[in-house]
Structures are given as structure tokens and as C-alpha cells.
């Protein structure tokens, strides 16, 4: 964590900088007035507690300070304060500033992570993120002792990713347990953490893992000089580190993937991406991501191959569908009727006969009712939610229909949109294609099939101009690594993929031999 | 971080775009061009004589190229041949691509008013699809390999698809006899042919953007096989489906061939408008290389920054796309930019080649 302080160079911190050089304030010999300047800065809030006490044979005055119920008083009286006032005793006069803080340090070999400080500054964020500060008089250095005392919540299966096949636990709001969730996984000795201070007032504990010696270097020295150069008084969640650390935010397609799963960050690791993992929250973002990415899920690579390669055939079938459905459906009724057979040709248009409005107001209303009954069933309570689906469902599938205002085959393709766009592995691109659905529809109603081809022409010169960390978002489509198309469009049998993905330029190509 | 490097393009994009710069709206005319001046069913022949001079284009440019490392046509033609010429050539080149855009836009412009959008006002179908364009180009060069990078195996796909299904009509004898007039009016088609090679001579450029120019021959010829065999079977399957006095009749054969295709099971009533619809991708690409290449042109004319060339381009090539009042002078247009074409890939290069060879000047090595 003093990282922080060594990289001072970095313009981006320039104001942390000021601000830390100018607080800095050594410990000093006096224990009063280590208290005092501790008691001026954090002391006026209620909840920190500054215990004193006397070890009993050099009649030194000492104390702790924590704060109640973040860090565990029941390890703080029997861990720190029970042995230092019992077995210093024993031993009877210790002389020499060294030696007393060895023989705490003894006393309190039970407790799992001592360090000691020689700055205020270090005690108080260490007091502020659940530890305790053992301070003796006479000695400018003070112990920082770990005693987190928070609850934590235990991994339990991840709501926004549900596997049928595998692990059963996602990460929790805790980031150490999000390291161990990964170390259980990658028991390698170059899984590396790097882990940053974030936010002038939340500073918010924020881990950069990687393998080191497989992934790029220029890449993970990318991630960390962008998360170096955020300047924000709060992170809430990593959408505040996506958002920061994004190549174009003016784009709707997300650029780094977030997800819950550790199966899943542990497996891109080896191929050379990065995770970044935030305390206080259960997602984890890997970078870079690609387009493809958020097409594939974890469960390709644990089913058999093929019925994973036609899973991911039909999600690219689905995210199309999901695109442009509606938009064709505007397009043809209204231009090109002479592409549809002719006897569906009369069924739609009888069905459309009381139809009063032009087919484009007729699927815009249907595809605003049904953003709206989802995001009604999303933000209420769970029974009045599925309550709302039922109502909207009869609302959509039967009223709209017999009262005229939208014909069944309206309904029929609206439906099929938005089980398509519930189809998508990853709920970010989701939301990016059912945002472009609407101008697709637009210049559907004004252009018909020529304007979504120049639609589609629009988004895909955006995905080519496209770049997250610096890597194209459509590789390994586009450049062409034909040797990665085995894990593209399709998933090749494990057997047969020997490399890491080219694109990301890892330092160790070979995932195994032969 | 910056993996790839910047303006630098791999052989397989450079093969890319030569192919797609060469079919693209002339590969939809191709086989009326052709049978209109042979008469006969071996308008494949010419094909195959006319791939075989684009080659020999293509090895002369690709040569010229090689000997100015680092320097595009517009660079190193003033070293060779002074300024006043050279001007003039670049001028010449730069013509030729912006007449190359504007056709593929006002092609397009008719094809979308035949077969979807009959009221549409064409200004309209021009002006969006070129602003389409200077979305892309305004990016460099590296987006617009990589789009056609990513169009490329659906185009191919199109073709194959569409050839196949041609089958259902095909009739070999429509073919036949071969030769029954001697070779004569072969060589005849094969004028025709070369303005459909036409594509080749952005190699002046091209080969300077790649990242290993000692590949440009082995993409240059890539790229023109690509396109041989492309116009090969296409020309094939539409005189197999119709016949050699039909096609010299019809405006667009290869959409006229497409209309005979049935789908099988009648989901779709029609075959050609979808065929065209996704044919737009093709003339896309077609359009923003000329596009592109225009503006660098300029650009590197009055060694200044390239996009507002790209955007004042813009009013340019759309006068010149509304320029041609019908149909046929639109065709008129597409032949005349053809012979600019041949100027510009086969004699300039020669001129160019024989005056360094005179003087001795310029070389790969250096």
C-alpha cells in the first residue's frame, strides 16, 4: 500500500501528492502527543476508541487505538492486550527501545500481520481500514497490528452469471477473499497482486492481478499508470474504474468485461489479461476486452465442444436477431413487401388492416412497452415484480392486439427481440445492442433495407475504430489470427488449442506442447 | 500502449485491397461488358488474358514502387520525372480515384432505386452514403484494412452462395461452342476486361504502407487472382443461366441471374434485392479506398493534414457522382475512369521504370 507514496512522479497525482507531502507528520517520542494529533484528526468522531494502559515492569505508558466494530475487539483484548499486560511481566525489565518492541512483538505472535509505522499519517489509514496502532511512549515507531473485524458475506453462487456446469461460488464484497479465490485457482508462484489506493476520501484498496512473465508487460503497465492516474474522491463500484479507465466513452459497446465468476477471471489470467479486482464489491473487470468476449461465456470451455460451438453460432444468429429484428420487420412491411412470400404477404396485411399507425410507431411503441415492464420488473420487489411480467405479458400478447392498436405479428417479433437480447451471455453488451436497436428502427422507417445496411456499415466501422488497451475490439476476428478463430465462432476440442490468443502478445505463447 | 503499429498494414490486408478495390460495382457488369464486345460465349478467355496484363501491371507497379521506400506515388514521381510532370501525373491519379468514388456511390444510387428504394430522390441514397464513407476515412488507413479485413470473407461467402444457387438454372450449353469464331474476338473482350482490372494501380501507394514491401508482389498477384477468379465464375454462371444475347442486353445481369434464383422453401419471394442489399458492403469497400486514397493524394500534394482534404472531397465527388444525367452515362463515366486506370497502372509506371532505367535513379536498397 505505500506504493502510493513512491509514485510520486506521476503527473496524474499530483494534487494526492501536495496533499500527502504536506500532512506528513512523523511519530514522535511522546505518547501524549501522538494521541493528541491522532485524537485532533480522527478523534471527533464517537466510534474511535483510544484504549491507555501501563506494561506493568518499565512502567511505560502505552495504548491502542482502533475503531469499534471494524476491527474485532474480542482479538484486540485477548491477542494483544492479554499478552502484552501478562507475559511482559514474566519477563521482567526490558530495556532499549528495540528490544521492548521485539518483545511485543513476541507477545503478540498469535496476531497474523505485524508492521510497524513511522508516520501518523500511515497509523490513521491503517486505523480507518479495520486495524489496530499499538503505541508505546518513548519510541517513534508504532505497530500496525491486523484485526479486521467486519463481516464478510460467503461466496455464494453469482446471481448475474449462473452456470449449469461449474463452480458454485462467486465473489464477495471482500477483495482479500477475491485474491484467495483466485490463488485457489492459480496455485502458480508468478500470480502477482499489485494493490493500489484509490479515491482521496474513500481510498478504496484496489488490486491489479496478473500472471507476471505471461502477460504483456507494456500491458499491465498500461492498466496500472491508468488506475495510477485516476483522480476521484470516491469509488463506489468497478463501474467507476471502467468508466475511468475506458478508451472511448463516447462509444455504447463496453470495453472491459465485469464479471462475478473467479472461474472466469482465473482462465483469461493465463491467456494474458489482466483483472481488476475493487474491495466492496462483487464484480471483477478483466481488461482487455474484445467483442467476442462478450459472446462467449465460461460454461463454452466445460461443455463438450460441439454444443459449444453451435451455442456461440447462435449467439452471434441471436445478437443479430436482437439488432435488427424489428428494424427488418419496419423495413420490409413498409418498403419491400415483394421480398415476403406472398401469402404471409396477405396475412400481415389483414392482420394490419385496423392497424391506424405507419409500422415504425407500431414497433416503437412495442419495443418502448417492453424496456418499460422490464425495467419495472427489474426495480421492484421480486413477487410484485413477476406480478408486473404477468400483467405486461397480457397487456402486450392480448389488449394491444384486439384493441387495434399493434397486429399480433408486431407482437410476435417484438417477443422474439426481447427473449434474443435476454439471450446474450454478458447483460453490458445487452444493453448496447438494445440501445442501437432504436436508431436501427429509425432509419429502417426512412431508409428501409438501405438504411440499416448503412446502419450496419455505421457500427462496424465504429467496432474497427474500436480499441480497448490498445487491442483491436474485434480480434482475433479482424487482424486475421487464423490460428485463434479455433476459439471464435467456434470452440475448438481443448486438446486441439495449444496457443495463447496472439493478440494479446503474451510472453508465453505455449499453452502446452504438442 | 501501441501494439500495432500506425499506418502499417500486413500482405494479407494489402491483397484484401487490391481485390476489393478491383470488383466492387464492375463486377456486377462484367459479364455484359465482356459479351458485348466478344459476342461469344469465350468471354472467359478474355478474363483470364486480361488477369494475366493486370499481373504484368502489377509486377510494373509493384517495381516502381519497391525502388522508393517509405514514399507513395505522389512522393517519388516528382523525384523521377520533375515537377511539372509529376504533377501532372499525380493530378491523373488523383482524378482517377475520385471519379473511381463517385461512380461506385452514383452506381449504387441506381441499383437502390431499381430494386429498393424507387422514390426515394437519389441525392439523398449519394450524400448518405458517401458521409458514410468520411466516417471511416477520417480514421487512416488501419480501420479501413481492418474493415475489409472483416467484409472480406462475407463478400466471398456471397459469391460462392450465390454462384451455387445459380446452378439450379445453369446450362452448359449456353457456353458452348468454344472457340467457334477463333480467337479474335477474344482479344477483342479483352479492353473490356481491362477496365474491370482496373484497382490494381493503388499498388503506387499501397506497397509503401506495408509492413514487409517485399511481399507486395506476392499481394499484388494475390489480390488480382482473388478477382480473376472471382469474375471467372461469375461470368460463368451468368452465361450459364441466361444466355450471350440475353446478357448483352441487360443493364445489371448478374442481378438480372440472382432474380432467376428461387430460394428453396419460399421463405423469401425475391432473391436479387437481399443479393444487393448485402452487395452494398462491397461497393462500400470499393468506395473508401478510392475515397481515401484521393484524399492522400491531395494531402501529400499540399503537404498538409489529410482530413480536410476528406471532408472538401465530399462536395467533389458528389457533383461528380450527379454529374452523368443517365444510366448510360454513368456506364461512360465507369469506362472513361477505366482507361485513366490503365493509363495510370500500366503506362505511367513504364514511362516511370524506363526513365529511371535511363538515368539510373532510386533503388530498394538505399
Known sequence: MFRWF??????????????????????????????????????????????????????????????????????????????????????????????????????????????????????????????????????????????????????????????????????VETLTDNIVLLRRRIRDPDFTVDIYKVGRRSKTDIAVAYIRGLANQELVDEVKRRIEQIDIDMIQETGYIEQLIEDNFLSPFPQVLATERPDKVAGNLLEGF???????????????????????????????????????????????????????YVALVSFHQNLIPMDLMISIAANREGVPFPSLVEALIMEMTIEILREAGLRLPKPIGQAVGIVGGLVIGEAAVRAGIVSPIMVIVVALTAISSFALPEYAMGIAIRMLRFPMML???????????????????????????????LAPYVPYRLRNWKDLMIRAPIKKMRQRPQMMKTQDPQRKDS | MNISPKDKISTVQTAISVTLLTIGVSILTVPRAITEAVKTPDGWLSILIGGLIAMAGGYL?????????????????????????????????????????????????????????????????????????????????????????????????????GMMSGFQKFELDNLRPVL???????????????????????????????????????????????????????FVVVIGMLTVEEVQLLTWPVASASMEIEVPGGIIERFEPIFLVLWILTIYTTFVLSYYFAGLGLAQLFRKDINPFLYGLLPIMYIAAMLPPDLNAVFKMGDLNGYIGIVSGIFIPLILLGIIWIRRIGNGQK
Open chain 1, 6 to 171: 513512491k509514485n510520486k512522479k506521476k503527473k496524474g497525482e499530483a494534487s494526492q501528492k501536495l496533499k500527502s507531502s504536506k500532512d506528513v507528520t512523523s511519530i514522535s517520542k511522546n505518547l501524549k502527543t501522538n494521541l493528541q494529533v491522532i485524537y485532533q484528526q480522527i478523534g471527533h468522531s464517537s466510534d474511535v476508541i483510544i484504549r491507555s494502559f501501563q506494561i506493568e515492569n518499565s512502567k511505560l505508558e502505552a495504548a491502542v487505538v482502533y475503531i469499534d466494530g471494524l476491527a474485532d475487539e474480542q482479538v484486540i483484548n485477548d491477542q494483544i492486550l492479554k499478552p502484552v499486560l501478562l507475559e511482559l511481566r514474566k519477563i521482567g525489565d526490558v530495556r532499549g527501545e528495540k528490544a521492548l518492541r521485539d518483545e511485543l512483538k513476541r507477545a503478540m505472535t498469535t496476531l497474523s500481520k505485524i508492521k510497524t509505522a513511522q508516520q501518523i499519517e500511515s497509523c490513521i489509514s491503517h486505523i480507518l481500514s479495520g486495524g489496530t496502532v499499538f503505541f508505546v511512549d518513548s519510541s517513534d515507531e508504532a505497530l500496525l497490528l491486523s484485526t479486521p473485524g467486519w463481516e464478510t458475506r460467503v461466496p455464494s453462487e453469482p446471481t448475474s452469471e449462473p452456470y449449469i456446469r461449474g463452480a458454485r461460488e462467486g465473489f
Open chain 2, 61 to 161: 507497379v509493384v517495381s516502381l514502387s519497391r525502388r522508393f521506400p517509405g514514399k507513395t506515388f505522389f512522393q517519388y514521381n516528382q523525384i523521377v520525372v520533375g515537377k511539372t510532370v509529376g504533377l501532372l501525373f499525380s493530378i491523373l491519379l488523383i482524378i482517377h480515384f475520385i471519379l473511381l468514388s463517385s461512380y461506385e456511390a452514383r452506381a449504387l444510387s441506381e441499383l437502390v432505386r431499381i430494386y429498393l428504394l424507387g422514390r426515394t430522390p437519389r441525392e439523398v441514397i449519394v450524400i448518405l452514403f458517401l458521409t458514410t464513407g468520411t466516417y471511416l476515412v477520417v480514421g487512416g488507413i488501419n480501420p479501413i484494412v481492418r474493415l475489409l479485413e472483416a467484409y472480406f470473407p462475407i463478400i466471398m461467402l456471397l459469391i460462392l452462395i
Open chain 2, 180 to 234: 467457334a469464331q477463333g480467337i479474335g474476338p477474344v482479344f477483342k473482350g479483352v479492353r473490356a476486361v481491362l477496365i474491370s482490372y482496373v484497382g490494381y494501380e493503388s499498388m503506387l501507394i499501397l506497397t509503401n504502407f506495408m509492413q514487409d514491401p517485399k511481399k507486395a508482389f506476392k499481394a499484388v498477384f494475390a489480390g488480382i487472382s482473388i478477382s480473376m477468379i472471382s469474375y471467372l465464375l461469375i
Open chain 1, 274 to 328: 489482466v483483472a481488476i479486482i475493487v474491495d466492496n464489491t462483487p464484480f471483477v473487470l478483466i481488461a482487455p476486452a474484445t467483442l467476442s468476449m462478450f459472446l462467449q461465456t465460461g460454461e463454452d470451455y466445460y461443455e463438450r465442444w460441439m454444443f459449444s460451438s453451435m451455442l456461440r453460432i447462435l449467439r452471434i444468429l441471436i445478437s443479430f436477431i436482437a439488432l435488427f429484428l424489428p428494424a427488418i
Open chain 1, 443 to 473: 432509419v429502417a422507417g426512412a431508409l428501409g433495407l438501405y438504411g440499416i445496411m448503412l446502419g450496419y456499415i455505421m457500427i462496424n466501422v465504429h467496432l474497427v475504430k474500436l480499441k480497448s488497451f490498445g487491442i483491436d475490439y
